[in-house]
């Protein structure tokens, strides 16, 4: 009588091993992210504005990847409730930023071109000027969301994903005191 259980494992074995060895001897594969956090961070300089003022928005792209970004997509529009108060006047007054361009100046929603590419761990900080107009209505609510596309892995991979600014009330001012 044969031993056919020893056959049975040794065949059983050796393409386990195979794969095993083959495995071992390839290159590692691409490291995870480069960076901790969030892909874009958003602030506000103040949280209130009265009619005639300017709010400050600061925008922060950063390549999270552990490659280099090769293309960036970013348009920020203003949300469905900033969108419905016809007497809520505002307009992008200014976008400054090293290594990024704007699109939209002067109106109410923008596209951001960032300077490319964008090496792993990097930032790059867009400032906004949201001016409120003198004539502006008063208790209501400015705010942005951001459609963020991005890729990286010489375009192998992409990201993307929509992201909300801190909303930014509109506040009356108060009556000028003429008795």
Known sequence: MRITHLRRAT???LPALAALLIGIAQPAAAAGPAAAGPDLTFSVDQPTATPG???NLTMTFTNNQATDVWFVYQS????WPTT???DLKYAFSSCTAQGVTCSGTGGTSLGVNYAVP???GAQRTVDLAVTVAPDSGCNGTIG????LYYEYDNGQSVKDGVFTTPETRVVCAP???GS
């Open 175 to 177: 009556a000028p005191d």
């Open 76 to 79: 920020v529009q203003p949300t």
């Open 144 to 147: 942005f969301y951001s459609y």
């Open 118 to 120: 964008v090496p792993p």
């Open 84 to 86: 419905q108060r016809p």
């Open 53 to 55: 003022s300017t709010v």
């Open 11 to 13: 065949l059983t074995a």
